[in-house]
């Protein structure tokens, strides 16, 4: 069985380096954004989270694709409040959960710890429902983040807290009817002593994708790894997703449209290089700082096909 996973990971990379490399995604209605961060879409909706360089500013905003063609963003329903963040749909689209810090109750301001929280509606045509907070055992009172979910509701994500194997570490939570198990956190196949996060379940549960930073065989800051789900139940060691899909730079917020075969992540890999002669007009200057791989969050896409 180990055999066979090393030979998916094998015809995985080497079918994918061959075949493109990553571009960006969106880049003509996003480019005004100074930056952001995640992503999750179906066919005619993108949620993502802009933010101001340093993020304190944070809000989810929604794109809609209208006669096949993604319009300009707008601040979703439930956003713009608080600072929101790292949104994801369910395979249903009936439910977004997402990471905020906002209170927990309607008539508090008092923003507390991040906790992993859900909108739901009866369908895309509907309004979101006000913000409602998972609750215990999924949050604590320390930092939930990105919530991922299986098609049969199982919950993925990220926590520094106490028992957590490192900094961050990936956890797992199994669906028990509108509820969720007590936590768990993934094994050392995964998770170490450093910064573990962002994971990207496959509706399937057959492979995780997530970030891990400043790792041994890291190309240089956070990168995508991948793991796949063996037939104990149990994780193969994640392996680096290699120069196809990171950079020296942050590498995070993986996102698969499995329909699509397309994998969709936020890096800060740049381009941005001083001509020889320097520049002689702002007009040059400006074309090169305002590039879209200018070390800013950008968002980018990649064909992704794991072998059957």
């Known amino acids: 069985m180990r055999k066979f996973f090393l030979i998916i990971c094998i015809v995985l990379f080497s079918s994918l380096s061959a075949r493109e490399s990553p571009s960006p995604f969106l880049e003509d209605i996003l480019q005004e954004y100074p930056s952001i961060r995640d992503l999750t879409l ?49 395979v249903d689209g009936k439910r977004l959960y997402y990471a905020s810090n906002r209170p927990l109750t309607s008539d508090s301001t008092t923003v507390k710890d991040y906790d992993l929280w859900m909108v739901q509606r009866d369908d895309s045509k509907s309004k979101w429902s006000n913000p409602i907070n998972l609750g215990a055992p999924v949050n604590t009172g320390h930092n939930e983040f990105y919530p991922s979910l299986t098609q049969d509701g199982n919950l993925y994500f990220t926590s520094d807290r106490p028992d ?15 509820d969720f198990t007590a936590p768990i956190s993934l094994s050392d196949s995964i998770n170490t002593s450093g910064y573990e996060f962002n994971a990207f379940i496959a ?20 990168d995508l790894y991948i793991s ?16 196809a899909f990171n950079s020296k730079y942050m590498d995070y917020c993986p996102f698969v449209d499995t329909k699509s075969q ?9 381009d941005v290089e001083f001509k020889a002669g320097g520049f002689t007009s702002v007009k040059t200057l400006l074309q090169e700082l305002n590039k879209s791989s200018n070390g800013q969050s950008r968002l980018y896409k990649v064909h992704f096909k794991i072998p059957k």
């Open 42 to 90: 179906s066919k005619d909706e993108a949620y993502f989270t802009a933010q101001s360089p340093m993020g304190e500013i944070s809000a989810i905003m929604v794109s809609r694709k209208i006669r096949n063609k993604w319009r300009k963003p707008e601040i979703a329903s439930f956003s713009g409040s608080f600072a929101d963040l790292e949104p994801f749909l369910s």
């Open 164 to 178: 957590s194997k490192g900094k961050d570490d990936i956890f797992f939570s199994a669906r028990a009817g509108k």
């Open 203 to 222: 509706p399937d549960e057959s492979y995780l994708l997530f970030s891990g930073y400043n790792r041994e065989d890291g190309l240089g800051s956070g």
């Open 228 to 243: 796949f789900k063996k037939e104990d139940k149990t994780w193969t060691r994640a392996k680096n997703l290699g120069e």
């Open 262 to 270: 397309t994998l969709y992540f936020t890096s800060r890999r740049s």
